[in-house]
């Protein structure tokens, strides 16, 4: 079970979904540094919460923390669902964590998209992942580590934020960035690639990597095929240009691993679902995992579809 926090609605103010974009924005900046200076400090504090590759580390605990005090600090009555479970947010540590200071003129400066101007605090759903690929991060592949934040209203995502805290620069660079866009506004903070026509480049998991999810990819003939951990790293290829299609046929992901890249997607005109085309849902009472999988493209998502067998999941 995975906590849900709520706290009483008070009215909020215009452009209610960018200041929201502008807050997640600096928070997953601010918990990108928590994982860097966690992973600087040697001392993981690695917990096996059962499972297959279910980790958790101190720095996924004191992220969390940050993001969602600092939400419910500034947005009374947002609904906020994070991933880890026994995260207390009464407490003086929840409290000492919260970021004052959420603006950002780069985010806020963009005319919020005319339908979605009259949305509210009250309407969003935010789901919050503030460690992916908590398995890269306790092994060092810290390339593959993001902290994500998706903002879903009436079930769907609407804006999303990811950050790499590690990313590396074309000149080996080591440093943070931060993608993050809203639909019907575009996306911010990358570069995407021309895609050449015919390439089916093919993104899924590193260490997930069962007998439903080869047959589809297989089903689907890829050009080749990228293993990395992590979805929000998957959906960074697909954004970039650098995979076709994200594709995961296995109930391994949740929804606060696919909420902000899903939103980053559709704002590039992209298309994510389950293997079988059903659109994600995102509400508040929705169940966590996505039990039919994940399908992303940029273009050609119907071809992917066509290929993936109806009995898959069955696998």
Not at 155 to 165: F, K, N, S, T
Not at 199 to 221: F, P, Y
């Amino acid at each position: 079970t995975t906590l849900l926090y709520t706290i009483k609605f008070e009215e909020g103010h215009s452009m209610a979904l960018m200041r929201t974009m502008a807050a997640c924005v600096t928070l997953a900046e601010q918990a990108g540094n928590v994982l860097r200076t966690i992973m600087d400090s040697g001392n993981l504090g690695i917990v096996d919460k059962g499972g297959q590759n279910n980790l958790q580390t101190k720095a996924d605990k004191e992220a969390q923390i940050l993001i969602v005090s600092s939400l419910l600090h500034h947005f009374p009555g947002m609904k906020v669902i994070g991933e880890e479970d026994d995260v207390d947010m009464t407490t003086d540590e929840a409290k000492a964590s919260v970021v004052r200071d959420v603006t950002r003129g780069d985010v806020t400066s963009h005319t919020c998209p005319k339908e979605l101007s009259g949305l509210t605090e009250q309407d969003f759903v935010v789901w919050v992942d503030p460690l992916d690929g908590t398995k890269e991060y306790t092994e060092g592949r810290k390339q593959d580590v993001t902290v994500l934040i998706g903002i879903a209203a009436a079930g769907e995502a609407i804006g999303g934020v990811i950050h790499q805290p590690w990313y590396l620069t074309p000149e080996g660079k080591e440093c943070g960035r931060t993608l993050w866009g809203v639909v019907g506004l575009g996306g911010f903070g990358f570069n995407r690639v021309p895609v050449p026509e015919g390439r089916k480049i093919i993104t899924t998991t590193r260490s997930h990597m069962q007998q439903s999810v080869a047959d589809a990819i297989a089903a689907c003939e890829p050009t080749s095929v990228i293993n990395i951990g992590g979805s929000g790293s998957k959906c960074i290829l697909v954004i970039e240009g650098t995979a076709d299609a994200y594709l995961f046929a296995s109930p391994g992901t949740k929804k606060w691993d696919t909420c902000a890249g899903e939103a980053i997607i559709k704002a590039l005109g992209g298309t994510m679902t389950d293997v079988f085309g059903k659109q994600i849902r995102y509400d508040a009472d929705v169940t966590h995992p996505n039990k039919a999988g994940v399908l992303a493209a940029m273009r050609n998502h119907e071809f992917y579809l066509s290929k993936i067998p109806s009995n898959i999941m069955d696998r």
